[in-house]
């Protein structure tokens, strides 16, 4: 077996979607159409990968399964998720896991300002019930969609326990995955994502997660309206660029101290 093929086979690429759909302006990139995410998992699944939602396939990889593995996850809770993903998953034969932001459900994405109606209404209760009755695991987004590393402790363990608490009330299953908002953690925020009794979380990363590894901050790539399927193999099988990734978790403490600086001022920057 060669080197790329070894590769596949021992790491687990994750993807991160947000809306589907199309999307104009500065926030361009976190809406795919549908036809273009069809293309990206059909292309996928060609090449002989099954696409399953993340806790699915890092259960797999425990277990040590060496099959080729995708994990497929959603991040927020558009309520296009249930009308145009959740059919596009099921023509794929793929799985996924979507991250809800508990807090904002059944209105709109409040922390993309004035960009938010581009992007549709979130999911009431009762749609995201309908879209975990057909089989996607439903993940903690957190309460309100706020960078946890900036958050005092009291308010971070209330971001954390309340939503997942809110989310196995609602939906009468365990919820076993976090999503970080705007991907922001340290190790405080982790150590309480892990003790308010999730199995894994994730960041965004954009490299591939080596299983046996902590699974409190499995890395995903994000798909883009650029993306064909044709560029998101070549990210999956790890043939993408990685300098600016790397320099971007350098430079991540000192963003942290002027973020952290900001809310005390009263913004919110991300």
Same mark, same amino acid.
């Given at each position: 077996?060669?080197?790329?093929?070894?590769?596949?086979?021992?790491?687990?690429?994750?993807?991160?979607?947000?809306?589907?759909?199309?999307?104009?302006?500065?926030?361009?990139?976190?809406?795919?159409?549908?036809?273009?995410?069809?293309?990206?998992?059909?292309?996928?699944?060609?090449? /002989? =990968? %099954?696409?399953?939602?993340?806790?699915?396939?890092?259960?797999? @990889?425990? #277990? *040590?399964?060496?099959?080729? $593995?995708? &994990?497929?996850?959603?991040?927020? /809770? =558009? %309520?296009?998720?249930?009308?145009?993903?959740?059919?596009?998953? @099921?023509? #794929? *034969?793929?799985?996924?896991? $979507?991250? &809800?932001?508990?807090?904002?459900? /059944?209105?709109?994405?409040?922390?993309?300002?004035?960009?938010?109606?581009?992007?549709?209404?979130?999911?009431?209760?009762?749609?995201? &019930?309908?879209?975990?009755?057909? /089989?996607?695991?439903?993940?903690?987004?957190?309460?309100?969609?706020?960078?946890?590393?900036?958050?005092?402790?009291?308010?971070?363990?209330?971001?954390?326990?309340?939503?997942?608490?809110?989310?196995?009330?609602?939906?009468?299953?365990?919820?076993?995955?976090?999503?970080?908002?705007?991907?922001?953690?340290?190790?405080?925020?982790?150590?309480?994502?892990?003790?308010?009794?999730?199995?894994?979380?994730?960041?965004?990363?954009?490299?591939?997660?080596?299983?046996?590894?902590?699974?409190?901050?499995?890395?995903?790539?994000?798909?883009?309206?650029?993306?064909?399927?044709?560029?998101?193999?070549?990210?999956?099988?790890?043939?993408?660029?990685?300098?600016?990734?790397?320099?971007?978790?350098?430079?991540?403490?000192?963003?942290?101290?002027?973020?952290?600086?900001?809310?005390?001022?009263?913004?919110?920057?991300?």
């Amino acid at each position: 077996m060669g080197d790329g093929a070894t590769r596949v086979r021992t790491t687990l690429p994750a993807l991160m979607y947000h809306s589907v759909s199309a999307v104009d302006g500065p926030l361009r990139d976190l809406a795919v159409p549908p036809e273009r995410l069809a293309e990206q998992l059909g292309t996928l699944t060609a090449a /002989g =990968y %099954r696409l399953t939602g993340l806790t699915e396939a890092l259960d797999r @990889r425990l #277990a *040590g399964s060496t099959e080729k $593995l995708v &994990a497929v996850t959603f991040d927020d /809770g =558009y %309520r296009d998720f249930l009308t145009v993903a959740l059919p596009a998953l @099921r023509a #794929a *034969g793929a799985g996924a896991t $979507l991250y &809800a932001s508990v807090g904002h459900l /059944g209105g709109h994405a409040g922390w993309l300002g004035r960009w938010a109606p581009d992007f549709g209404p979130m999911l009431t209760w009762a749609q995201l &019930a309908e879209v975990a009755a057909g /089989g996607v695991e439903i993940g903690n987004h957190s309460l309100i969609h706020h960078p946890l590393d900036v958050l005092p402790p009291a308010r971070l363990r209330e971001e954390v326990y309340r939503s997942r608490a809110e989310l196995e009330q609602r939906l009468q299953a365990r919820v076993r995955s976090f999503a970080y908002p705007h991907g922001y953690h340290g190790r405080r925020v982790r150590e309480v994502v892990e003790a308010a009794g999730h199995d894994n979380a994730t960041e965004v990363g954009r490299r591939l997660h080596a299983p046996g590894r902590w699974q409190f901050a499995v890395p995903r790539f994000q798909p883009t309206p650029d993306h064909s399927g044709a560029d998101l193999l070549a990210l999956v099988e790890g043939r993408g660029p990685r300098l600016t990734p790397q320099l971007k978790r350098l430079a991540q403490p000192g963003w942290r101290l002027v973020r952290r600086a900001a809310r005390r001022a009263g913004r919110t920057l991300t």
